[in-house]
């Protein structure tokens, strides 16, 4: 029992450094976060392509870089590009080790719960806590990684792509798609309107939860409210009401928080392969990657067509689930 809570704790932390290092380090995400997701998207499809089972020393030693340059990334401002960059490459081989230990605890979708709901909850509430030495919370966020180190090696499988998996490669892309979208275009809309940030974080972490019940009976409805749900946060955005504008984006939460736990379970659920993990979560970060390019390359567009293209692809989405689901 204690070898599954210090795996779901590495998993939790891992969260808490991805959403508040990399990823939440500055809102002007147009310059750093290209910088960490298209080497860390490039690296999962590689490791998927040519099978590459990273080893022991191989993590270890990833480990160890990541948490220096975190701790070195606010003190090297002609450097922090470069670092975004190695930091993209070396933490998709961590993931990968918690993935491999995730699929070996029994009950695994509730310690995938808690885990994605404790890290996020860790970000929330360092989102409410005023940081008047800033170097001092990159310390503490390197630190947070070391949780992985006395994780035991996991053999990860070389095996054929399932193809259950490849049905779902071009759902996964166009919903995470959205995300892109929402991330460059939503959040800062919604930034604009509140006084304390990470407060939408409550309804990811309600969503994780609800995920969890849901997937006891009925788990292929996840996708679905997932979807549904972000088709009505597209539509209420475009009232530019700044009200409306917190509800569209808590439901984009609470949207993201069914289909992540549903992705995260289903990829642990297939055969441990290497190839799984790096193309499941390889698709995912492509779609993100992607949604952020298209909004920067449509920086003078009105908010009108974008909602229309984020409604258009949801519906899509539905469609893709739908004959999918059929396949498999």
Do not use: R
């Not at 976060?33 to 998207?41: R, Y």
């Not at 979708?109 to 170097?135: R, S, Y």
């Not at 939860?209 to 979807?227: C, H, N, S, V, Y």
Request: hydrophobic letters at 55%; proline letters at 5%.
């Amino acid at each position: 029992m204690i070898n599954y809570i210090q795996q779901i704790i590495a998993f939790a932390l891992f969260e808490f450094w991805l959403l508040s290092f990399p990823l939440g380090i500055s809102n002007d995400v147009e310059w750093h976060i290209l910088f960490f997701l298209v080497p860390h998207t490039i690296t999962y499809l590689l490791l998927g392509k040519l099978s590459i089972n990273p080893t022991k020393s191989l993590l270890n030693a990833s480990i160890i870089i990541i948490m220096l340059f975190t701790f070195i990334y606010p003190y090297s401002l002609h450097m922090q590009k470069l670092i975004l960059i190695f930091t993209g490459i070396l933490s998709t081989f961590l993931l990968l080790k918690i993935f491999s230990n995730l699929k070996t605890i029994p009950n695994m979708p509730l310690f995938v719960c808690i885990g994605l709901a404790l890290g996020n909850t860790l970000v929330l509430l360092f989102k409410q806590i005023p940081i008047i030495d800033e170097p001092f919370i990159y310390l503490f966020y390197g630190i947070s990684l070391i949780s992985i180190l006395p994780l035991p090696i996991q053999p990860i499988k070389d095996e054929p792509l399932l193809k259950e998996l490849k049905n779902w490669l071009s759902f996964i892309f166009i919903f995470y798609l959205i995300g892109g979208i929402f991330y460059n275009f939503l959040l800062p809309q919604y930034l604009k309107t509140i006084k304390s940030e990470g407060l939408e974080l409550i309804f990811y972490i309600t969503a994780v939860f609800g995920a969890f019940l849901i997937q006891i009976k009925q788990k292929e409805l996840l996708p679905i409210l997932g979807i549904f749900l972000g088709i009505i946060s597209f539509s209420i955005f475009q009232t530019e009401n700044p009200l409306l504008i917190k509800y569209s984006l808590y439901l984009s939460q609470f949207s993201f928080g069914l289909f992540d736990f549903y992705l995260i379970t289903s990829l642990l659920n297939m055969s441990d392969s290497i190839k799984v993990y790096s193309y499941g979560l390889g698709t995912m970060c492509l779609g993100i990657t992607s949604g952020i390019i298209l909004v920067g390359l449509m920086n003078n567009s009105t908010l009108f067509p974008m909602v229309v293209v984020g409604n258009v692809i949801l519906a899509v989405s539905i469609l893709v689930f739908y004959f999918i689901s059929k396949k498999v």
